[in-house]
């Protein structure tokens, strides 16, 4: 599923992204005085913020030659995560260098993009620098050379030697040292000056600059992160390179704890408070902007899910109106054209935009699924509901889907019922001192179905995601409390059965039939919802056994309320054949009950 609308960056990206540009256009031209050599710029969020969008923004710009034509930006585009099990992550920065260089000597470039003349020399031997400065590196890593951070590799540089051997001769140049090897430590050892003499120039006046865009640092494990943070200081710290990373300062801060974990003792041998540099410390040690991509506001929100098919008007894909035999009812499974379902997105998910966009997706995919199975009068809001929790609440959702179908209405019951307070943290123990003098199956009710619901309500409110699962049913009307259960399924079976006559359908099999009655007989309409939505009852009748248990429960005087209760009796009705009905009815005395007077309406109902 792609967006209708041009695939520009949202979010007021493509502005920051030239701002960005900008600042590193004047640190390549001048860098500010007292500041180190190179700049490093770090572009902080938590996954799926738009970190990549923005480093891409950034980067577009500088693909192309200067004005003058005697500066050139090389962007390198370098994802650590891709080779995380390498020994170190400086090695397949350099070669990624060098293909960046090389891709700019290719002869198929167009009149804009080919570079000429010095610049073209200095493109050329920068690029075989980069080549052997990678294969120099692993072969001094071999030799055990101590740098902080970067540790030993175990590989044969026989191989490199050769490649480096090939690399020098392609470049013609005079050099003192006859040996390979001593050739591969030169480049090793000289490696900042000789890279610095390559981005100035050599007094022609061309500049050469790099720009590292490094993303995807936050997949890493954390002390490989740390590993990468540190080869840019150790050895790129150079005038006329600038980075842009992506990373989520968290995993960078859990990563500088791993790595000074054998130092929060003291000599005494006894844990210190706090370590010797902090993760915050060591970030501004490294990265010179930090800068935190702000979070997306509900306005730009709406702006962006408008990009999105399912958020458009779908009037126009409806039969004309002309049309005798255009239907006048709005199919249920469009979107509501009261904005219902933009408003659910925008305030129940948390504003990241990788996970709008998860959202949508799954969304999407649930619908046309359920289409696919033969079901089209499901409620789009109540599915985008559940959505929500299997994407953001899963531990939630699979317990709903097991135990307690009816999980969305117990929720509007708890909105309406108790104000603000339904979404504290301590509402388990205010339902509870509500329960204090109600019946013992009632109290029995709550601790084995409703305190594991808001159990695991508080355990998705404490995750990292930000959502709050109840903020799924602040937004719209009430959800669809008719087969709860096919919006697990999907349709599935239910939809098959919805309108069998009796004989298709086959007597249901409830394992548990006194939980079942238990949850039937409740006060809340979220517990009998869920009864008649356990997967055993779909599609199906009681059978008759279980509906003589029923019936002798509503004849019981503590349950003769259900006998008048219309919504109680509509939904239990679609799990009763004619001839259960007819007796129910006979047996309760609800059609003389609902005509006595005052009950005409009601009898109409009926």
Not at 19 to 35: D, L, T, V, Y
Not at 56 to 81: C, H, K, M, Q, Y
Not at 103 to 111: E, G, N
Request: charge should be negative; hydrophobic fraction near 40%; include cysteine.
């Amino acid at each position: 599923m792609e967006p209708t609308k041009e695939n520009a960056p949202a979010f007021g990206y493509a502005d920051l992204s030239q701002r960005m540009r900008e600042r590193i256009e004047r640190h390549f031209r001048a860098p500010s005085p007292g500041a180190d050599r190179s700049l490093v710029i770090g572009i902080f969020g938590e996954w799926g913020s738009g970190k990549s969008t923005l480093l891409e923004a950034v980067g577009s710009g500088f693909d192309r030659p200067g004005p003058d034509r005697a500066t050139l930006t090389i962007p390198v585009r370098f994802n650590p995560w891709r080779y995380e099990k390498e020994q170190h992550l400086i090695v397949p920065l350099l070669k990624k260098t060098e293909l960046a260089l090389r891709a700019r000597l290719k002869p198929d470039l167009t009149p804009e993009q080919q570079i000429t003349g010095e610049m073209l020399e200095q493109v050329q031997k920068a690029a075989r620098f980069t080549g052997i400065a990678a294969l120099s590196f692993l072969s001094m890593f071999k030799a055990r050379v101590g740098i902080p951070g970067v540790g030993d590799m175990n590989i044969d540089p026989k191989a490199g030697i050769d490649q480096a051997k090939a690399l020098l001769d392609e470049g013609n140049e005079p050099s003192d040292e006859k040996d390979p090897l001593t050739a591969l430590s030169s480049h090793y050892f000289d490696f900042e000056q000789r890279l610095e003499a390559l981005t100035r120039g050599g007094g022609d006046g061309t500049r050469l600059n790099l720009l590292f865009l490094i993303d995807d640092l936050d997949r890493c494990l954390p002390e490989k992160a740390v590993e990468m943070l540190e080869s840019i200081k150790l050895f790129l710290d150079v005038e006329g390179c600038a980075f842009v990373i992506a990373l989520d300062d968290e995993v960078v801060e859990r990563g500088v704890q791993h790595r000074y974990k054998d130092y929060l003792f003291n000599s005494h041998g006894e844990k210190d408070v706090r370590p010797p540099i902090t993760g915050a410390e060591y970030l501004e040690k490294i990265i010179h902007l930090p800068f935190r991509l702000p979070a997306p506001t509900p306005a730009e929100i709406r702006e962006f899910l408008h990009r999105f098919p399912l958020f458009q008007d779908r009037d126009q894909t409806e039969r004309d109106v002309n049309d005798p035999n255009r239907s006048t009812r709005r199919d249920k499974s469009a979107p509501r054209p009261d904005n219902a379902l933009l408003d659910l997105f925008v305030g129940a998910i948390p504003p990241v935009p990788r996970k709008l966009i998860r959202a949508v997706e799954l969304l999407e995919l649930q619908m046309e699924a359920a289409r696919e199975r033969g079901w089209r009068d499901f409620d789009v809001l109540t599915l985008a509901r559940l959505t929500l929790l299997q994407l953001f609440a899963p531990a939630l959702y699979r317990h709903a889907r097991k135990h307690y179908p009816g999980l969305l209405t117990l929720l509007h019951e708890w909105a309406q019922g108790h104000d603000g307070h339904w979404q504290r943290d301590d509402f388990a123990e205010t339902l509870k001192a509500g329960l204090a003098d109600a019946k013992q199956a009632d109290r029995n009710t709550f601790d084995r179905h409703h305190r594991p619901i808001l159990a695991l309500i508080c355990e998705a409110r404490a995750s990292r995601t930000g959502f709050e699962p109840t903020n799924v049913v602040r937004f719209g009307p009430e959800s669809d409390s008719r087969n709860p259960a096919s919006y697990f399924s999907l349709g599935g079976e239910v939809s098959r059965f919805t309108n069998a006559v009796d004989e298709q359908r086959p007597a249901a099999q409830i394992t548990d039939i006194a939980q079942f009655l238990e949850l039937l007989f409740s006060d809340s309409e979220g517990n009998w919802v869920s009864a008649l939505g356990m997967p055993e009852l779909q599609g199906t009748v009681l059978g008759d056994k279980d509906f003589q248990r029923l019936l002798n429960r509503l004849l019981n005087a503590d349950s003769e309320g259900f006998a008048t209760n219309l919504e109680w009796l509509s939904q239990l009705a679609n799990y009763l054949s004619s001839s259960q009905l007819q007796r129910l009815y006979r047996e309760t005395g609800l059609l003389i009950r609902v005509a006595a007077p005052g009950s005409t309406k009601v009898s109409q109902d009926v």
